[in-house]
């Protein structure tokens, strides 16, 4: 069968690669240990790289207090380092922002892996070494294998010893190059214990605690693994540039929690997902008691929210109290193949037997594989950790509790009063369980109930009275029986009314989030786009929001939509914050506050982005308090909508600006073609008519030369109105013509219009009807004029000599109407509903035999429409046209 290739991976190869053609290339000196020669053999391939022209210079350089390795650095460019006081300690960093002003073609920054400190821009410097590549610029650099992130707990098992610095995956695969520096674990203890790797007291201690023959050859192990990982991906990425034939449907599915040892499932999932070349998710259900959850818990969940973000995975959360219905759901949507859990996880509950996450997950989905790595740190931590917690009671709920129980016992007096059985009592004080469970805000309230119902019915209502004795045999069971029902009544409603809360919670976010979708589909431009998503951002998260449009690469003015919960902080659009907002556009990633970039910022910075191109920051004021991962969630995919549509009005204007423009080139095209074929004639009449009083002007008759001068009059003078006619559509067409608009009476714009027409129109009979009363209009005199001149010529092109032209003008309303009448052979329907049309001729034969270019009556439509009037075409009785156009009435104040 032939294997179809994935074309999502086809995809990422694809951008991966022209990403790459902008970026820095990154080379990692690779080793398995301190001291194999990392940092020696990066400054050997510099001195290399010098000699072949490369501006090289030493970023920074750790020389380990290591002779041959300080001897390298001579002949270096050396970038001095930016000193930080940390306290009472002067701290030595690499100072990115001189390294981004010199710009050199190659700079060496030693160890990845290391912690900034605080006042850094970054709190990692692989971060340093992603903008500089970024920026274009190469990097070499070194890392030893146990600052992998996946392969920490490894590292940790063989050497007990747990190593903070770390770097994501993504950066050792992604690099250019890797060249992994070797030497036999023998000759680097032979280095260790002839003090080129430590000195001599840490270098006994190390030769006894770490570095050991069999830790070494493990630690080496590994390294030449993940190298031999690293080129199976390289060759991947090429059969699937080469379009080779490539399938995979692993997809690999990791269950995230707060524990402390889930960080150890994630980094195992990661691996197997590389493994078998498969998709990575991590999924966290959040359940009822998530609200419940300590600050502490939160954070470690985050922790290991993030953590999973940086191995590759996408992570997804899902809502339910049945966790392993709830994964199991998502496998099947999604498509997961194998479930990657901790073994507490799989452990049995010891109450009633109840089944394990890991029985319920198969009983559910048999078809997934299911793989339990061990944590033995932890059995049941957050349940644990739960019951651990202090119950904080509150006032109100023991007023409430307590009132119930009166009630309760008030009731249970009435019926014991009016000879109801005991049954229908602890009927009662089950019912105040239950109201105590909802009314309440914790579970605790409703518990002690359940005890002390049990505990005042035997008192008030069992032989012998106001006694915890009981005569009657039965009523130990009778008790018990009474407390399990009042318990589990109990337990169910808080359950339920947990869920209702999780559900209301989780419907308003969800409506949020549509609610932005269908406002933003009908908002009309981007400021309205940006209003939209911000006031929803504070419906969603109940924070002020600041937003940067991009204008050509730079950062606009701050927007700010305070929430109005508390008075807005004008820190919050400082110099300082609208450096960070500055940096988040040019490098399109998030940063400021709960971030590893500039987190000293005050607000939470996120490039609204579509792909590449960012359309604007938005800043989140985040307070004390962080955002949970469904909020986090909704953020990023309102944040996501609001890129959408301002992308969607960005090819909007970009498509209205082509059509305009390929408007006007069709318009330039026909004004050309037209030009070219009617301006022929009556330029050839003119050099024709000219040249022959050029040639014999004497032996001419007057009468013959007065005709020719007529006919070089004429067509001269309508050269002179096509110019005029283009002229102003070109103004018309291009938005640039302007109004000048001023107080006339319509009788002498006519009459002024009257002396420029046609000289022919002395072989008609043009009659001016004036209205009874003078009529003011607020127009452009000069267009105005260019409209009755254009109609006028019209009438007399297109009627035979001797047919009457009669101009007249009268009111309606506040309306005034011109109209040009004619007697002429008249236009059929056909034409009339294209008269009005650019370039439209017509089959009308003018009456003179010259073509007209089809300007003029569309010139006059658009001179009346930017006036606020409408020009029109009829019959006239019994034949000819009628042209009427409108114009609006100036009505004059009369001051005394």
């Known amino acids: 069968m032939e294997m179809r ?153 063989i050497t007990n010893v747990v190593v903070h610095e770390r770097i994501p995956d993504r950066i050792f695969d992604n690099a250019y190059q890797v060249k992994l520096v070797d030497i036999e674990p023998e000759e680097l203890i032979a280095r260790l214990n002839e003090g080129k790797v430590y000195q001599e007291n840490q270098a006994q201690k190390a030769v006894q605690n770490f570095f050991t023959i069999e830790n070494l050859t493990a630690l080496r192990e590994i390294a030449l693994r993940r190298c031999a990982d690293r080129v199976n991906k390289l060759s991947e990425n090429a059969r699937i540039k080469s379009k080779s034939d490539y399938y995979t449907d692993e997809h690999i599915l990791v269950c995230l929690s707060s524990s402390p040892t889930n960080a150890k499932i994630i980094r195992t999932a990661a691996r197997m997902a590389r493994a078998f070349n498969g998709n990575f998710t991590a999924l966290f259900v959040e359940t009822p008691s998530f609200s419940t959850m300590s600050e502490e818990n939160r954070k470690r969940l985050r922790n290991n929210m993030h953590l999973a973000e940086q191995l590759g995975a996408t992570v997804e959360t899902t809502y339910g109290e049945d966790i392993a219905l709830q994964i199991s759901e998502y496998a099947r949507v999604a498509g997961i193949s194998k479930i990657v859990l901790g073994r507490s996880s799989a452990r049995k509950k010891a109450f009633l037997g109840k089944q394990a996450l890991t029985e319920k997950l198969i009983a559910y989905a048999p078809n997934l594989d299911v793989y339990i790595i061990p944590d033995s740190a932890t059995v049941a931590y957050e349940e644990r950790k739960a019951r651990k917690k202090k119950a904080e009671f509150q006032a109100g709920d023991v007023a409430k509790s307590a009132g119930v129980l009166l009630a309760a016992t008030l009731i249970g007096f009435a019926f014991s009063a009016l000879g109801f059985s005991e049954a229908n009592i602890i009927t009662v004080y089950i019912l105040g369980v239950l109201i105590t469970a909802v009314i309440t805000s914790q579970r605790i309230y409703s518990l002690v109930s359940s005890v002390l119902s049990v505990l005042v019915f035997n008192f008030f209502f069992t032989e012998p009275i106001f006694t915890l004795n009981a005569y009657n045999s039965g009523y130990p069971a009778t008790f018990l029986i009474t407390f399990i029902a009042a318990f589990i009544t109990s337990s169910l409603a ?223 003078l309508w050269l002179i109105n096509l110019v005029e006619n283009l002229l102003s559509v070109t103004r018309i067409e291009d938005g640039t013509m302007k109004l000048r608009m001023t107080t006339e009476l319509l009788d002498e714009i006519i009459g002024e219009a009257m002396q420029h027409i046609d000289r022919r129109s002395s072989e008609h009979n043009v009659q001016v009807k004036s209205a009874d009363s003078f009529v003011l209009v607020k127009v452009d005199a000069r267009l105005i004029m260019q409209v009755i001149i254009n109609l006028v010529d019209n009438a007399v092109k297109y009627t035979p000599a001797g047919s009457d032209i009669t101009i007249e003008t009268e009111t309606s309303g506040s309306w005034a109407t011109v109209t040009v009448a004619d007697n002429g052979g008249g236009i ?69």
């Open 5 to 157: 290739m994935d074309p999502d991976r086809l995809l990422k190869a694809i951008t991966e690669e022209e990403n790459k053609e902008n970026r820095g290339h990154l080379h990692i000196f690779f080793g398995y240990a301190a001291g194999v020669g990392k940092t020696y053999a990066m400054l050997k391939a510099a001195h290399a790289a010098k000699r072949h022209n490369i501006d090289v210079v030493a970023g920074y350089v750790e020389p380990h207090m290591r002779p041959a390795t300080t001897a390298l650095l001579n002949g270096l460019e050396l970038l001095p380092c930016r000193e930080i006081e940390y306290n009472g300690i002067r701290l030595r960093e690499f100072d990115l922002d001189a390294a981004l002003r010199r710009k050199p073609q190659l700079i060496l920054v030693d160890e990845l892996a290391h912690t900034n400190a605080k006042e850094c821009r970054h709190a990692k410097r692989y971060q340093d070494v992603e903008e500089l590549l970024n920026a274009g610029i190469d990097v070499y650099t070194t890392v030893n294998v146990q600052h992998i992130e996946s392969l920490c707990d490894m590292v940790a098992s």
């Open 494 to 716: 808080v359950r339920i009314k947990q869920n209702a809360r999780q559900a209301a919670r989780m419907a308003y976010r969800t409506k949020v989030l549509l609610d932005t979708n269908q406002m933003l589909q009908q908002a009309k431009d981007k400021y309205e786009i940006v209003s939209i998503t911000a006031n929803q951002l504070i419906k969603l998260l109940r924070r002020d929001v600041i937003f940067y449009f991009a204008e050509d690469g730079l950062l606009g003015d701050p927007i700010t939509y305070p929430c109005g919960e508390r008075e807005f902080d004008e820190e919050c659009v400082s110099e300082n914050e609208r450096a960070v907002a500055s940096w988040v556009l040019k490098n399109n990633k998030h940063a400021g506050v709960t971030t590893a970039t500039l987190a000293n910022a005050k607000c939470l910075y996120l490039a609204v982005r579509v792909g590449s191109r960012v359309y604007g920051v938005a800043g989140i004021v985040m307070g004390e308090t962080e955002l949970d991962s469904f909020e986090n969630s909704i953020m990023l995919s309102i944040l996501g909508e609001c890129a959408l549509g301002l992308e969607n009005e960005q090819t909007a204007f970009e498509k209205e600006q082509a059509a305009i423009l390929a408007k006007n080139e069709q318009l330039r095209a026909n004004l050309l073609r037209s030009i070219s074929h009617d301006l022929r004639t009556p330029l050839t009449s003119i050099s024709g008519n000219a040249g022959i009083l050029l040639s014999d002007e004497e032996g001419i008759p007057p009468a013959k030369r007065r005709e020719l001068y007529g006919n070089i009059y004429d067509d001269s």
């Open 828 to 896: 059929s329907d056909d034409a009339k509903t294209h008269i009005f049309d650019m370039f439209y001729t017509g089959d009308t034969k003018v009456a003179d035999s010259r073509r007209s270019l089809g300007l003029g009556l569309a010139l006059c439509k658009s001179i009346v429409a930017a006036h606020g009037g409408k020009i029109t075409v009829s019959d006239n009785k019994p034949h000819g046209a009628v042209f009427a156009f409108t114009l609006p009435i100036e009505e004059v104040t009369l001051h005394e």
